[in-house]
């Protein structure tokens, strides 16, 4: 479970980007962040992995406060955080196996992953992982020959080759065409859920967050202003997250996506049905 306790960050600038923000997540529970640029989103998923210093509060992840460890304790914390961002963030050069497994590097030491000489048992967990992302027919393809929505399956699946205790998932699907934005969301979702995981997605798309979180969080300069279901996140709700920003237009282009996606789904059953 990851508690986030009155989190406050006052940057040196004097900009308070986050006040006395309070929640919990428990395992297997996926919680979509949203709110208007400059809301907090990133500095908040950043103060749990302490790539930002918190100015007042506590992150306590199964207990420990990750607020409080040296340096040395703080390296093996961030072990347990999987991280995964926009898609671009591979090693080009190196194979779709090569990356998942960098997901070792906190555990094996620099030079044994430099000579990339892992462990036969994190090997195996990175096969186990790419067959569960959809990529086995991808092990040892350059990062730099994938599509976007496979390179976010890299990414998904080197976040768990950390063996980590939460996932941090910064704008997901911020690159991605609407249709690879919705599998790859669905797949974090499954994932979570099948192997307990909470996580923690900042997600700018509503629509998503909706459709695909259990919980959505709302920031809006730096305070929790919705914290609910997604079925509570009602448009008077939205407005005062967003204000005057139209999220109408984005709902309704989505909900467009979501009918082509639903008539290719029903296709495709149709010519399954007809083998
Ligand atoms: N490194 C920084 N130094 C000073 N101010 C920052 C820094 N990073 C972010 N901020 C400010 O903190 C606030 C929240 O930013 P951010 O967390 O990036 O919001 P979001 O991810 O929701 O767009 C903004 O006012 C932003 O200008
Ligand atoms: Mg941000």
Not at 37 to 59: W, Y
Not at 153 to 168: S, Y
Not at 217 to 243: K, S, W
């Amino acid at each position: 479970m990851l508690s986030v306790e009155t989190l406050t960050k006052t940057y040196k600038t004097g900009d308070r980007a986050l006040s006395d923000v309070s929640f919990t997540v428990p395992k297997g529970q996926v919680v979509g962040l949203i709110g208007p640029s400059g809301a907090g989103k990133s500095t908040l998923i950043r103060c749990i992995n302490r790539l930002v210093e918190p100015s007042a509060g506590a992150v306590r992840l199964n207990g420990a406060d990750i607020t409080r460890l040296s340096n040395t304790e703080l390296r093996r914390a961030r072990r347990r955080i999987g991280m995964i961002f926009q898609e671009y963030a591979l090693v080009e050069r190196l194979t779709v196996m090569e990356n998942v497994l960098s997901g070792r590097l906190g555990y094996v030491g620099f030079w044994r992953s430099f000579l990339r000489r892992y462990p036969a048992k994190d090997v195996q967990m990175a096969y186990r992982l790419l067959d569960r992302v959809g990529l086995s027919a991808h092990v040892d393809k350059r990062a730099d020959a994938l599509s976007g929505g496979q390179r976010q399956r890299v990414g998904i699946a080197r976040a768990l080759e950390q063996e980590p205790e939460l996932l941090l998932i910064d704008e997901p699907t911020a690159s991605l065409d609407p249709r690879t934005s919705r599998q790859i969301m669905r797949l974090i979702v499954e994932i979570c859920r099948e192997s307990g995981l909470p996580a923690i997605i900042n997600i700018h798309d509503v629509v998503l967050a909706q459709q695909f979180t259990d919980r959505i969080i709302g920031l809006q300069a730096g305070r929790v202003v919705f914290d609910g279901t997604p079925a509570q996140l009602t448009e008077d709700v939205l407005t005062t997250i967003y204000g005057a920003e139209d999220w109408t237009a984005m709902r309704k282009g989505a909900s467009e996506d979501a009918e082509a996606e639903e008539e290719e789904r029903a296709q495709a059953k149709k010519l399954m049905d007809a083998l």
